[in-house]
């Protein structure tokens, strides 16, 4: 009796354990349960970066409201630590990937591996394919970038007049950002014979550095420089730290973003005007496309995000 109870036992424990292991599949993995949350890998270019936060944080909204996991990845501007950290989400499984570039010119690795994995890719706020469509499976959503940088000339033109002395602050070199607003700025003030670039250097998108190197045009250019166009709202704060504690307040400083601390610049009159770019939704649309896209669905390829100007006659609007 003894000997067919502990045989019945082993049966049952043997059972059990075959249960536990899906039947024996064999695979190792158990594929997800029908209807389970997809992951989305979100690998962003710098989170210390002010704006690149409000783009991670649309990406995260979406996510939340819509059931799915997202990872999300800070590269730090380090090109080769993005390229390796989509890599491993790649390997890890994710639905769909989000990717703010660290450079634009070096997206190639990310964009082979994407496709050679097939997995739906969207680029956000940084366009790595310039005037070109993206290739099949691979998105981008943004903002026509040369459009903050007319804004920007048209707004300066109107408030300074056609005559004046300006200091463009730049960002990185490599980003489509900095060279497109850079290319409106230059686009509209070309059009005033009165009106000179007297420099234009990169800050990085930084504050810190917006702020030295205008303090370095202070010092090379003194009462010359009226106005400081930069492609980015923490440079052109940096800009206006370095105005006030040099007691100039008749430089006008323009910035891209329209970022909190920027709006409550222009309310106070120290920044001159900022360019709305919809950070938060580029970041909201753009992890809607890659669910879109995991779904088997067929989004845009190209999805563009109008920027707003913002002075101190609409400031409250925003």
């Not at 590269?75 to 491993?88: F, G, I, S």
């Not at 005033?192 to 370095?216: C, F, H, V």
């Amino acid at each position: 009796m003894k000997k067919k109870l502990s045989l019945l036992l082993v049966l049952v424990l043997a059972v059990g354990l075959l249960a536990a292991c899906g039947g024996g599949g064999g695979g190792g993995t158990e594929a997800p349960a029908e209807g389970g949350a997809m992951t989305i890998g979100y690998a962003s270019s710098n989170l210390n970066d002010t704006g690149q936060t409000f783009v991670a944080d649309g990406a995260r909204a979406y996510a939340e409201a819509n059931g799915l996991t997202i990872q999300v990845q800070d590269a730090q501007e380090d090109v080769v630590r993005q390229q390796d950290q989509v890599k491993t989400m790649i390997e890890q499984g994710v639905d769909a990937l989000v990717v703010v570039p660290v450079d634009t010119e070096a997206m190639g690795p990310i964009t082979a591996a994407a496709q050679e994995a097939g997995i739906p890719l969207v680029y956000v706020n940084r366009n790595p394919f310039g005037e070109d469509q993206p290739p099949e499976g691979i998105y981008y959503v943004g903002s026509q970038e040369i459009v903050a940088g007319r804004m920007q000339g048209e707004a300066l033109v109107e408030m300074m007049g056609e005559e004046g002395n300006v200091g463009i602050l730049m960002g990185i070199l490599s980003n489509e950002g900095a060279i497109k607003r850079t290319e409106g700025n230059e686009e509209v003030l070309g059009q005033y014979a009165g009106i000179n670039i007297l420099a234009k250097e990169t800050g990085n998108w930084q504050r810190d550095q917006g702020m030295s190197l205008t303090e370095n045009w202070l010092t090379a250019y003194g009462d010359d420089l009226n106005a400081i166009l930069a492609n980015n709202d923490e440079m052109a704060l940096g800009a206006v730290q370095a105005l006030q504690a040099a007691g100039r307040d008749d430089v006008l400083v323009m910035g891209v973003d329209a970022i909190p601390d920027a709006k409550e610049a222009v309310k106070g009159g120290s920044l001159a005007a900022t360019v709305l770019q919809d950070l938060y939704g580029q970041g909201n649309m753009g992890t809607e496309i890659a669910h879109q896209a995991a779904q088997g669905n067929s989004p845009a390829q190209l999805t563009w995000i109008d920027f707003v100007p913002v002075t101190i006659d609409n400031v409250d609007e925003f």
